[in-house]
Nanobody, 119 residues
Framework: QVQLVESGGGLVQAGGSLRLSCAAS????????MGWFRQTPGKEREVVAT????????AYADSVKGRFTISRDNRKNMVYLQMNSLKPEDTAVYYC????????????WGQGTQVTVSS
């Protein structure tokens, strides 16, 4: 059974930093691309950053480019999201998700972690 467990969310002032972590189990981690998504009430979930199975390819939403960095450690089955220069509009529930290599759909999701940025 695949499990993704996020941690590291919290309350931070604008301009501050947070590092989110996602621990994966129940899957061969190196066979999965990973992504971070976020959602605020009344809005659709949006992709924040993605990373391929090896970590050699990453992509970011325009709104976070230059501020957020996604990374992974395949030895530890972990994926991270380093968030710097946080803005109030970054406030959301952040989700970790896994996509099997060769597929487009993220089938496995974590429960989410709340990030709140105060102005």
């Amino acid at each position: 059974q695949v499990q993704l467990v996020e941690s590291g969310g919290g309350l931070v002032q604008a301009g501050g930093s947070l590092r989110l972590s996602c621990a994966a189990s129940g899957l061969t981690f190196s066979l999965y691309g990973m992504g971070w998504f976020r959602q605020t009430p009344g809005k659709e979930r949006e992709v924040v950053a993605t990373i391929n199975w090896s970590g050699g390819s990453t992509a970011y939403a325009d709104s976070v480019k230059g501020r957020f960095t996604i990374s992974r450690d395949n030895r530890k089955n972990m994926v991270y999201l380093q968030m710097n220069s946080l803005k109030p509009e970054d406030t959301a529930v952040y989700y970790c998700a896994a996509r099997q290599r060769g597929t487009q759909e993220y089938r496995h999701w974590g429960q989410g972690t709340q990030v709140t940025v105060s102005s």
